[in-house]
């Protein structure tokens, strides 16, 4: 296995974790001598720190802004369909 191969595998394995695994494994990740120096070395999003610097630059250009329910996400589908529905009845 290559470190490129690690890598994708553990970013997509993380992707996967439930909010109380992450919580678990960022726990063991601090209680480890080696590791925990590497995230030491990562700003806390929760520091109270200037997020702007959390974000590479250009990225809210890239990514725009939407206003939509908090729920947008998780029903994308259905809101596509009542979209549709609304344009196909608009139309008659």
Known sequence: ????????????????????????????ITEDEELSQVDQQIPDAAGGGDDGDLLPAGFLALSGSIEAPADYAERHDDYIRERTERERSAGE
Request: glycine fraction near 0%; avoid cysteine.
């Open 1 to 28: 296995m290559t470190a490129a191969h690690d890598y994708e595998h553990l970013h997509h394995l993380v992707d996967r974790l439930s909010p109380t695994q992450v919580r678990r494994l960022r726990l063991i």
